[in-house]
């Protein structure tokens, strides 16, 4: 079974400043990875994905994340945070071997500085 | 283009008492899911369906029972409403199933259930 790990439960950075969330993923196979935004009282809203090639995958809003098998990572970068960034952020993982589920991580919560 | 909907957003439960949390979807979906977001806990899968007539359990099946008998609707219900379950629950989607797994999850608002 897959499992998520977000180890940074909340992080505070300053506007224009660069950010990275980590994201580490529990899987036998090649997994499919997602990262998801969420703002307060909304749904999740999906940012990028990643199903097999290309292991820098880009997505909306400016965010781009890396694909590293070797540190079964998948960290969520940006260069330059505004303040609408201000949300919550789900890393999830899928099983590629068969039809299920998508396991989500705990979240980090990402405040910004102005 | 309604998507996911959920019904009803708020709810005010009894310990003991049963309810069907509601989700419907226009996109012609094959995979429906049903998750749980308390604090601290990210989202949980509840259960899931990939296609009318099948379910299975996901992390945290406990309490709740689903059913698929249509395309388009997957209920959740409660049979004894416990205080453990208020949180905020979310039905997704997704177009992609089968042998290459989920796709991107399509999220409904949420229905916020709270039991005392």
């Known amino acids: 079974a897959q499992s998520v790990t977000q180890p940074d439960i909340h992080i505070t950075v300053s506007e224009g400043a660069s950010l990275e969330l980590r994201c580490n993923y529990s899987?036998?196979?090649?997994?499919?990875l997602f990262w998801y935004v969420q703002s307060p009282g909304q749904g999740l809203q999906l940012l990028l994905k990643y199903f097999s090639g290309d292991t820098l995958v880009q997505g909306i809003k400016g965010f781009e994340a890396e694909f590293k098998r070797s540190q079964s990572s998948f960290n969520l970068r940006k260069p330059s945070v505004h303040w609408s960034d201000a949300a919550e952020y789900f890393c999830a993982v899928g099983a590629s071997s068969s039809a299920s589920k998508i396991i989500f991580g705990s979240g980090t919560r990402l405040s910004i500085r102005p | 283009n309604a998507g996911v909907t959920q019904t009803p957003k708020f709810q005010v439960l009894k310990t003991g008492q049963s309810m069907t949390l509601q989700c419907a979807q226009d996109m012609n979906h094959e995979y429906m899911s049903w998750y749980r977001q308390d604090p601290g806990m990210g989202l949980r899968l509840i259960h899931y369906?990939?296609?009318?007539?099948?379910?299975d359990q996901g992390e945290v099946p406990n309490g709740y029972n689903v059913s698929r008998s249509t395309t388009e609707d997957f209920p959740l219900r409660l049979l004894s409403a416990a205080p453990s379950q208020t949180s905020v629950y979310f039905c997704?989607?997704?177009?992609?199933?089968?042998?290459f797994g989920a796709g991107e999850l399509f999220f409904g608002e949420g229905s916020r259930l709270t039991v005392l």
């Open positions: 369906s990939v296609g009318a007539g099948i379910t």
């Open positions: 997704a989607t997704s177009g992609t199933s089968g042998r």
């Open positions: 899987y036998g196979a090649t997994p499919y």
